[in-house]
């Protein structure tokens, strides 16, 4: 396995062979557009991209992420789901990325990168402990690792992971959704 940065190809270690055909959990998770989503509730096509953590000018990475499969690559993926977003809403599919980052630092980059979707806060983990979704640890912190679940209402018809190269996940989703 090549381990240079952003080259590193993730495996299918079976951490999501159970997503498929799940419900969504009773939870409200907090936007970045100051609105509580009960995922509970959803109706119609919706996408969650979950990803480890997006990077800030401000704030230096962690020391190593360049050589931890799978984690770099967060800011081109939600950039592609902003790309694809014209194409998302004309198929009537809400977009949602999630992290474990609070809300207030998810923000600075919904801005930045004038991202058109919510961005949701799993900060205490309750999505991801419900869903069992496989995470890794960085200087204390956990995170995600990158996952995207297609959802009718609330179950899940769809599992991508593990998601490489990152760039491309929008586009993959907007293919699989056009062939249902």
């Not at 509580?36 to 996408?47: A, E, F, Q, T, Y």
């Not at 480890?52 to 230096?60: L, Q, W």
């Not at 984690?71 to 014209?86: E, L, V």
């Amino acid at each position: 396995m090549n381990k240079n940065n952003n080259t590193a190809t993730p495996i299918d270690d079976g951490k999501c062979d159970h997503l498929l055909n799940m419900q969504l959990p009773k939870l409200s998770l907090v936007s970045t557009n100051n609105t509580n989503i009960d995922l509970s509730k959803l109706k119609g096509l919706s996408v969650f991209y979950f990803y480890p953590r997006m990077g800030r000018p401000d704030v230096e990475l962690p020391s190593g992420w360049g050589d931890i499969v799978g984690a770099s690559g967060c800011t081109p993926q939600s950039c592609s789901f902003k790309d694809y977003h014209k194409e998302f809403d004309e198929l009537d599919v809400t977009v949602y990325g999630v992290s474990t980052q609070s809300s207030d630092y998810q923000k600075e980059a919904v801005d930045r990168l004038s991202l058109p979707f919510a961005v949701l806060s799993d900060e205490n983990l309750k999505l991801s402990e419900a869903l069992n979704l496989p995470t890794f640890e960085v200087e204390g912190v956990v995170l995600n690792k990158r996952v995207t679940l297609i959802c009718q209402d609330t179950k899940i018809i769809k599992v991508f992971y593990p998601v490489f190269p990152p760039k491309e996940n929008a586009a993959d989703v907007i293919s699989y959704i056009k062939k249902i």
